[in-house]
């Protein structure tokens, strides 16, 4: 058999793949011959399945391994004895003979009277009778990492107690049982379970997340025949490739998503087979909604299910459009023969087969007075148009109606002709009108933004509104030809010169509307001139109102965007005169510190150069300096000190160099962190000073960095040049001197600064590399 699927959305590709395999799978038993060792690409830590050879040479051989999967084990499995302690009483496990870690055991007690599962499973008896008396056999801690089979069919158990403590679980088997709810920790970490079969239990709630948790790998899950009437979606899949998730025979009405699931369109869930046969849908579930989607095609590119819904009523009105326009270039050949549904109403398509039916026909009535709204209307929504039809016509309605929400359309189409409407009311609804009709209503004025509201509407008719008296100039910018005005006069004057190059560019008969003019009458609109009216001086006084009011506009835009240009030079400038104006009798406080330099430590000559003359120079006139590479103490926490120091500093001395702000990692984040708060610093207090030395000769082009960008271009900074020799005097002098600590020792500050060491500390990079070598 083949099948061959052109131009097919991704989601039915998937779907068909899928029906295929499982029509097709054979059934075959797990020996040597028929088998091959299989590891599934999402669980590589189990080593012990096998898959049936029928999968072999398949495009599909994953997802056919899950439906054909076996153990290596399969049929060795030892039991282990189960205890009746008494007739309504608990039971406990008694192994019969020495745990075997090359063995794998399983507990079976099936057609019993069984009312809990035995009481040791997962807990040590606690019970202190109980204990004395099977203390040799009770404990099973040995057995639990190798019971890999659980087959409890057919008794009364109520509840599903944690047995998470089995993690070699492979099968879980309850079905016909009396379980009413299942909690999603039930199955916490058994990463092995392949299969768990719940059918014929009273099942009436599962709580989300119980089948979809990413720690499961369940390949099938049958929990047919309960009483389950809501399902929240995220058990309706599992987080890999599945076989089957059985809910057939169930009272399921409709879906939700209880834990707001939102469909992730980069994974990909599945694929795999949902049964929903014989449930009592009659609603197609709005997967958009339910899902969380913008979009119901991004279901087809992460959800790659099959989907069976024989045996279901479903109404085949607008819910159901979105779901088989997705599909709808192969939909015949997805549900003929294997999904044999048919629609259960409305009654034209009543036991008509689904894929059969023009999606055109999905449609939906709603009732007049609670989802329509408004009694006077008839409201019909057809998906298929992607519009909300709504029928007001004849209704003696004084206002608009209320207008109700689609969750299948996003266009509205309303019809309000023939009614004593006055005004348009501004609201966000208008922009989703695609056709309005308010012929013959008594319209009084249609303002500026309820015409740009209705920019979306490809038509409005507004014959014989004889109140209108005026037209909104966004008119302009729609089609005249679907702007239908009959048999209305509007007032034209000198604001209204528009209409006649607007009514003239399409040609349009449909507009044909008239003009009343001062002083001449009432023409028709087309004939309508500006040569009709003096609007002359007005037109001049126009043209130099909006001359004068564009240049002024203009101005503003060039400061604001000189000021954002410029902010940080100009934000220098008021800093340095606020320092040069301030007032002499203000007391500013005791700094630890007089200067922090600032320089990049890996850099060699800058580093040599502040080693050997900069700091030493500043020592001795008298400055207390701060060296960060060797003044924080080894072990601290570098950002933390330099944040400490620069609070207690007056002064932050950048040695600016090509590598300041370097590539490496660690000493790049240390001096910018360095500036920053230097920089926070200067420019909140005025007794802060930054001074800033040009030691590579940068230019503002070059440099990247706001902040010091501005200080290069309006020049507050020191060049490191050898134009001169008073490179050390330029630095003092930037230094805030005026408390600045007086030492006995500035007469060796003389004798230094008149020595080889402070010439030669005010040659240029080129000079000390020269003396160096």
Same mark, same amino acid.
């Given at each position: 058999?083949?099948?061959?699927?052109?131009?097919?959305?991704?989601?039915?590709?998937?779907?068909?793949?899928?029906?295929?395999?499982?029509?097709?799978?054979?059934?075959?038993?797990?020996?040597?011959?028929?088998?091959?060792?299989?590891?599934?690409?999402?669980?590589?830590?189990?080593?012990?399945?096998?898959?049936?050879?029928?999968?072999?040479?398949?495009?599909?051989?994953?997802?056919?391994?899950?439906?054909?999967?076996?153990?290596?084990?399969?049929?060795?499995?030892?039991?282990?004895?189960?205890?009746?302690?008494?007739?309504?009483?608990?039971?406990?496990?008694?192994?019969?003979?020495?745990?075997?870690?090359?063995?794998?055991?399983?507990?079976?007690?099936?057609?019993?009277?069984?009312?809990?599962?035995?009481?040791?499973?997962?807990?040590?008896?606690?019970?202190?009778?109980?204990?004395?008396?099977?203390?040799?056999?009770?404990?099973?801690?040995?057995?639990?990492?190798?019971?890999?089979?659980?087959?409890?069919?057919?008794?009364?158990?109520?509840?599903?107690?944690?047995?998470?403590?089995?993690?070699?679980?492979?099968?879980?088997?309850?079905?016909?049982?009396?379980?009413?709810?299942?909690?999603?920790?039930?199955?916490?970490?058994?990463?092995?379970?392949?299969?768990?079969?719940?059918?014929?239990?009273?099942?009436?709630?599962?709580?989300?997340?119980?089948?979809?948790?990413?720690?499961?790998?369940?390949?099938?899950?049958?929990?047919?025949?309960?009483?389950?009437?809501?399902?929240?979606?995220?058990?309706?899949?599992?987080?890999?490739?599945?076989?089957?998730?059985?809910?057939?025979?169930?009272?399921?009405?409709?879906?939700?998503?209880?834990?707001?699931?939102?469909?992730?369109?980069?994974?990909?869930?599945?694929?795999?087979? #949902? +049964? @929903?046969?014989? /449930?009592? $849908?009659?609603?197609? *579930?709005?997967?958009?909604? %339910?899902?969380?989607?913008?979009? !119901?095609?991004?279901?087809?590119?992460?959800?790659?299910?099959?989907?069976?819904?024989?045996?279901?009523?479903?109404?085949?009105?607008?819910?159901?459009?979105?779901?088989?326009?997705?599909?709808?270039?192969?939909?015949?050949?997805?549900?003929?023969?294997?999904?044999?549904?048919?629609?259960?109403?409305?009654?034209?398509?009543?036991?008509?087969?689904?894929?059969?039916?023009?999606?055109?026909?999905?449609?939906?009535?709603?009732?007049?007075?609670?989802?329509?709204?408004?009694?006077?209307?008839?409201?019909?929504?057809?998906?298929?148009?992607?519009?909300?039809?709504?029928?007001?016509?004849?209704?003696?309605?004084?206002?608009?109606?209320?207008?109700?929400?689609?969750?299948?359309?996003?266009?509205?189409? #309303? +019809? @309000?002709?023939? /009614?004593? $409407?006055?005004?348009? *009311?501004?609201?966000?609804? %208008?922009?989703?009108?695609?056709? !309005?009709?308010?012929?013959?209503?008594?319209?009084?004025?249609?303002?500026?933004?309820?015409?740009?509201?209705?920019?979306?509407?490809?038509?409005?008719?507004?014959?014989?509104?004889?109140?209108?008296?005026?037209?909104?100039?966004?008119?302009?910018?729609?089609?005249?030809?679907?702007?239908?005005?009959?048999?209305?006069?509007?007032?034209?004057?000198?604001?209204?010169?528009?209409?006649?190059?607007?009514?003239?560019?399409?040609?349009?008969?449909?507009?044909?509307?008239?003009?009343?003019?001062?002083?001449?009458?009432?023409?028709?609109?087309?004939?309508?001139?500006?040569?009709?009216?003096?609007?002359?001086?007005?037109?001049?006084?126009?043209?130099?109102?909006?001359?004068?009011?564009?240049?002024?506009? #203009?101005?503003?835009?060039?400061?604001?965007?000189?000021?954002?240009?410029?902010?940080?030079? %100009?934000?220098?400038?008021?800093?340095?005169?606020?320092?040069?104006?301030?007032?002499?009798?203000?007391?500013?406080?005791?700094?630890?510190?007089?200067?922090?330099?600032?320089?990049?430590?890996?850099?060699?000559?800058?580093?040599?150069?502040?080693?050997?003359?900069?700091?030493?120079?500043?020592?001795?006139?008298?400055?207390?300096?701060?060296?960060?590479?060797?003044?924080?103490?080894?072990?601290?926490?570098?950002?933390?000190?330099?944040?400490?120091?620069?609070?207690?500093?007056?002064?932050?001395?950048?040695?600016?160099?090509?590598?300041?702000?370097?590539?490496?990692?660690?000493?790049?984040?240390?001096?910018?962190?360095?500036?920053?708060?230097?920089?926070?610093?200067?420019?909140?207090?005025?007794?802060?000073?930054?001074?800033?030395?040009?030691?590579?000769?940068?230019?503002?082009?070059?440099?990247?960095?706001?902040?010091?960008?501005?200080?290069?271009?309006?020049?507050?900074?020191?060049?490191?040049?050898?134009?001169?020799?008073?490179?050390?005097?330029?630095?003092?002098?930037?230094?805030?001197?005026?408390?600045?600590?007086?030492?006995?020792?500035?007469?060796?500050?003389?004798?230094?600064?008149?020595?080889?060491?402070?010439?030669?500390?005010?040659?240029?990079?080129?000079?000390?590399?020269?003396?160096?070598?």
């Amino acid at each position: 058999m083949r099948i061959v699927v052109r131009r097919a959305p991704t989601l039915v590709r998937s779907l068909l793949a899928f029906q295929f395999f499982l029509t097709s799978s054979g059934s075959s038993t797990c020996n040597d011959t028929v088998a091959i060792p299989w590891h599934p690409s999402w669980f590589q830590s189990r080593d012990d399945l096998y898959c049936k050879n029928i999968c072999l040479g398949r495009g599909d051989y994953e997802q056919c391994c899950v439906c054909n999967s076996c153990t290596s084990w399969e049929g060795e499995e030892i039991d282990l004895f189960i205890e009746e302690l008494s007739v309504t009483g608990p039971n406990v496990v008694l192994p019969h003979h020495s745990v075997n870690d090359s063995n794998v055991y399983q507990i079976y007690r099936g057609y019993s009277e069984m009312k809990e599962l035995p009481i040791n499973i997962c807990n040590n008896i606690t019970d202190t009778k109980l204990e004395k008396l099977y203390s040799a056999f009770a404990d099973i801690s040995y057995f639990r990492e190798r019971i890999v089979r659980i087959n409890l069919e057919f008794n009364e158990i109520k509840i599903l107690d944690d047995i998470s403590c089995l993690r070699r679980l492979d099968e879980l088997n309850l079905q016909y049982n009396r379980l009413t709810f299942l909690s999603n920790t039930s199955l916490t970490n058994l990463t092995f379970l392949r299969t768990i079969q719940l059918k014929g239990n009273k099942l009436i709630g599962i709580e989300p997340n119980t089948l979809s948790s990413p720690d499961l790998y369940i390949f099938n899950a049958d929990i047919s025949k309960n009483e389950l009437e809501t399902q929240d979606v995220t058990n309706m899949y599992t987080a890999y490739t599945f076989c089957e998730i059985n809910f057939a025979s169930n009272a399921i009405k409709e879906f939700v998503n209880e834990g707001n699931f939102i469909l992730n369109t980069s994974k990909k869930y599945g694929p795999g087979f #949902l +049964n @929903l046969q014989n /449930n009592a $849908i009659e609603k197609f *579930p709005d997967l958009k909604t %339910l899902l969380n989607l913008n979009d !119901l095609n991004e279901m087809g590119k992460a959800w790659k299910f099959g989907f069976d819904f024989q045996g279901v009523p479903v109404i085949c009105d607008c819910s159901l459009e979105p779901f088989m326009s997705l599909a709808e270039d192969i939909i015949e050949s997805i549900w003929i023969g294997y999904f044999e549904v048919k629609c259960a109403a409305p009654e034209n398509l009543k036991n008509q087969l689904i894929p059969k039916i023009d999606p055109s026909m999905f449609v939906c009535e709603y009732n007049a007075e609670s989802d329509c709204q408004t009694p006077q209307c008839t409201c019909v929504d057809e998906p298929n148009k992607n519009t909300l039809f709504i029928d007001c016509s004849n209704a003696n309605l004084t206002k608009f109606p209320t207008i109700p929400l689609s969750a299948y359309s996003t266009r509205i189409s #309303l +019809n @309000l002709s023939s /009614n004593s $409407i006055k005004n348009i *009311p501004n609201k966000p609804f %208008l922009s989703k009108i695609s056709h !309005l009709d308010l012929s013959n209503n008594d319209i009084l004025e249609i303002s500026e933004d309820t015409a740009r509201k209705l920019e979306n509407a490809t038509l409005i008719d507004l014959t014989n509104n004889t109140r209108l008296l005026k037209l909104p100039q966004m008119f302009q910018y729609r089609n005249a030809c679907s702007t239908v005005l009959g048999n209305i006069v509007v007032d034209c004057d000198c604001e209204s010169l528009w209409i006649s190059e607007w009514i003239k560019s399409k040609g349009c008969t449909t507009s044909q509307f008239y003009c009343n003019i001062p002083e001449q009458g009432i023409v028709p609109a087309g004939a309508f001139h500006e040569n009709d009216l003096d609007c002359v001086q007005e037109s001049f006084l126009y043209i130099w109102i909006s001359i004068v009011l564009g240049s002024i506009l #203009l101005i503003f835009l060039v400061f604001g965007w000189l000021l954002r240009q410029f902010r940080y030079e %100009l934000l220098i400038v008021y800093l340095r005169m606020r320092r040069t104006f301030r007032k002499d009798n203000l007391v500013y406080p005791n700094f630890k510190f007089d200067v922090y330099i600032s320089l990049d430590e890996n850099n060699d000559q800058v580093r040599d150069w502040v080693n050997r003359h900069l700091e030493k120079y500043l020592t001795y006139s008298g400055y207390n300096v701060f060296l960060p590479y060797r003044d924080i103490p080894y072990g601290s926490v570098r950002d933390t000190e330099i944040i400490n120091v620069l609070k207690d500093t007056r002064t932050l001395l950048v040695v600016l160099s090509n590598t300041y702000f370097g590539t490496i990692d660690d000493e790049r984040l240390f001096t910018e962190c360095e500036w920053k708060y230097g920089w926070t610093n200067f420019r909140k207090e005025r007794q802060r000073n930054i001074v800033l030395i040009n030691f590579d000769h940068i230019s503002s082009r070059e440099i990247k960095h706001a902040q010091i960008k501005a200080f290069l271009r309006v020049g507050c900074c020191i060049d490191f040049g050898n134009h001169d020799r008073n490179i050390m005097e330029n630095i003092r002098s930037k230094l805030d001197t005026r408390r600045r600590k007086r030492r006995a020792g500035q007469n060796y500050y003389r004798t230094f600064s008149q020595s080889r060491e402070c010439t030669k500390s005010a040659l240029s990079y080129n000079d000390i590399e020269m003396n160096s070598s």
